[in-house]
């Protein structure tokens, strides 16, 4: 049982885990802690959090597990804080996008303060739509958690962040920082692009084709419409793995778009059937 656990931002991710945290009875207490109170407010009246406050020391006073659960670069920069403030054996986590920055800053802080613990996770959940509004208790049943220890990080910290992602209904999958930021880049990072260039080819090509747009476009796109300025973090801070990606992705376009030019039906039926085996391999 956590006796406290503080949670710093309480939007959807911070939110929806205050919800399961609650619905599942594994805190005694819980705190929200945000840069405005009024935006606070209704995870405090609806039940989800007992006490909210935008002082970052006094929300992490005495917590025994703490999340940070704000934009990428801002978790990166709010966790030196949260390190001096933070009592001794208190487990840190979070629910970034990328791993290798903060993992990095959590290893420089441990050798000034190493009573402290941080071990990065990343659930693979969430929406297009952002804030408390739309976080709920049940966002991480059967949802996949990319849990990512370093080799210096606490091996009891470490299977305690596991062990709480599982116990909200999530499959733990363990990653080394480097290792998960290659990944994401791949399956998450990746398709976001994807689906932004494809809005804005449309737009140039035919954007009189838009008002017609049926469920097919409306769904390879859906994540187009995802929190820019959250995403823009993401896009920086994993940078050097999504150009990788990015790379392989404009070769893909160019053997696809040269078997179209060239009117290679076997060819284009041979490559489309290759990618349909593979994303039937998904479950």
Do not use: C
């Not at 994401?184 to 747009?213: G, K, N, T, Y």
């Amino acid at each position: 049982m956590i006796e406290r656990l503080a949670i710093v931002g309480v939007g959807l991710l911070g939110g929806s885990v205050a919800k399961a945290v609650r619905a599942h009875a594994l805190a005694r207490e819980i705190v929200g802690i945000g840069r405005d109170l009024t935006r606070l407010g209704p995870a405090l009246r609806d039940g989800a959090l007992d006490h909210v406050t935008t002082d970052l020391a006094d929300g992490v006073a005495g917590a025994d597990r703490i999340l940070l659960a704000a934009p990428v670069l801002a978790n990166e920069t709010l966790l030196q804080r949260v390190w001096q403030a933070a009592p001794a054996g208190a487990v840190l986590t979070d629910v970034g996008s990328t791993k290798r920055g903060i993992a990095a800053a959590a290893d420089r802080l441990a050798a000034g303060r190493s009573e402290i613990h941080f071990v990065g996770s990343h659930p693979m959940a969430g929406s297009e739509k952002s804030g408390y509004a739309v976080a709920r208790p049940d966002l991480f049943q059967g949802a996949t958690v990319v849990v990512t220890p370093t080799e210096s990080s606490d091996s009891a910290a470490a299977k305690g962040v596991g062990e709480f992602w599982a116990a909200l209904g999530a499959r733990v999958v363990v990653l080394d920082p480097a290792a998960h930021d290659r990944a994401v880049a791949a399956i998450s990072h990746l398709p976001h692009v994807a689906a932004w260039a494809l809005v804005d080819a449309v737009a140039r090509f035919e954007p009189d084709a838009l008002s017609i747009a049926a469920r097919g476009f409306k769904d390879t796109t859906r994540i187009a419409a995802s929190d820019p300025d959250v995403w823009r973090e993401i896009l920086l801070d994993n940078r050097d793995a999504l150009r990788g990606g990015l790379a392989a992705f404009r070769r893909a376009l160019d053997d696809l778009e040269a078997l179209v030019a060239s009117g290679d039906g076997a060819g284009l039926t041979a490559f489309l059937a290759r990618m349909k085996t593979v994303r039937e391999r998904l479950s």
